[in-house]
């Protein structure tokens, strides 16, 4: 088991930006994968992109050339950078193994996207 804490959410205008973070409780560099999942409406969770041990991303259709994922195993820590943000991206992030199996799944971040 690893535990994950998401951070970085908040309320941001339609074609704004923000950046999560995920803080891993332990070293994050022998996983194989890690994924930025994000609530839906019928509150299930979607995988929006997940990053490879070695680097190789993938995204969904609707946030790719929008959403970057990156990791930094140094810090434990894996990001989502958000950029040109829609009101249908709002909804809670969560950050996770992927697949995430039975691990247990944090408190997750809101985001916002809103004028």
């Known amino acids: 088991q690893v535990q994950f804490v998401e951070s970085g959410g908040g309320l941001v205008r339609p074609g704004g930006s923000l950046s999560l973070s995920c803080a891993a409780s332990?070293?994050?560099?022998?996983?194989?994968?890690l994924g930025w999942y994000r609530q839906t409406p019928e509150k299930q969770r979607e995988l929006v992109a997940f990053?490879?041990?070695?680097?190789?991303?993938t995204y969904i259709d609707s946030v790719k050339g929008r959403f970057t994922i990156s990791r930094d195993n140094a810090k434990r820590t894996m990001y989502l950078q958000m950029n040109n943000l829609r009101p249908e991206d709002t909804t809670v992030y969560y950050c996770?193994?992927?697949?995430?199996?039975?691990?247990?799944w944090g408190q997750g971040t809101q985001v916002t996207v809103s004028s």
């Open positions: 332990r070293n994050i560099e022998p996983i194989p994968a």
């Open positions: 996770n193994l992927w697949p995430a199996g039975i691990n247990d």
């Open positions: 990053i490879t041990r070695g680097g190789g991303t």
